[in-house]
């Protein structure tokens, strides 16, 4: 069974740092892209960032660029979010999701072609 865990999330003051986890479990996640969307209140899901797991290519959302890192532990099966600068406009459910192999650099910020999600850890930002 396919677990993705994320954690980190909580309240922090604009301008500060958080860092999220996604703990992956259940399958061999070598060959997948790993991503992070997030959800603010009455509105749609978001991209935010994605890494090939075998590659560490990295893609990112314009929103986001200069700000966030992703990055993954091959031997934790561990993908990271570090949030720089945070801002309130960064205040959302942060979602973890899991691809099974390659997707076309248009496609990577689409909800739709991710097979697998966490359960999201929520991320305040207070002015």
């Known amino acids: 069974q396919v677990q993705l865990v994320e954690s980190g999330g909580g309240l922090v003051q604009a301008g500060g740092s958080l860092r999220l986890s996604c703990a992956a479990s259940g399958r061999t996640f070598s060959s997948d892209v790993m991503a992070w969307f997030r959800q603010a209140p009455g509105k749609e899901r978001d991209f935010v960032a994605a890494i090939s797991w075998n590659t560490g290519r990295t893609f990112y959302a314009d929103s986001v660029k200069g700000r966030f890192t992703i990055s993954r532990d091959n031997g934790k099966n561990t993908v990271y979010l570090q949030m720089n600068s945070l801002k309130p406009e960064d205040t959302a459910v942060y979602y973890c999701?899991?691809?099974?192999?390659?997707?076309?650099?248009?496609?990577?910020?689409?909800?739709?072609?991710?097979?697998?999600w966490g359960q999201g850890t929520q991320v305040t930002v207070s002015s």
């Open positions: 999701a899991a691809r099974p192999g390659a997707v076309s650099v248009n496609m990577v910020g689409a909800p739709s072609v991710y097979n697998y």
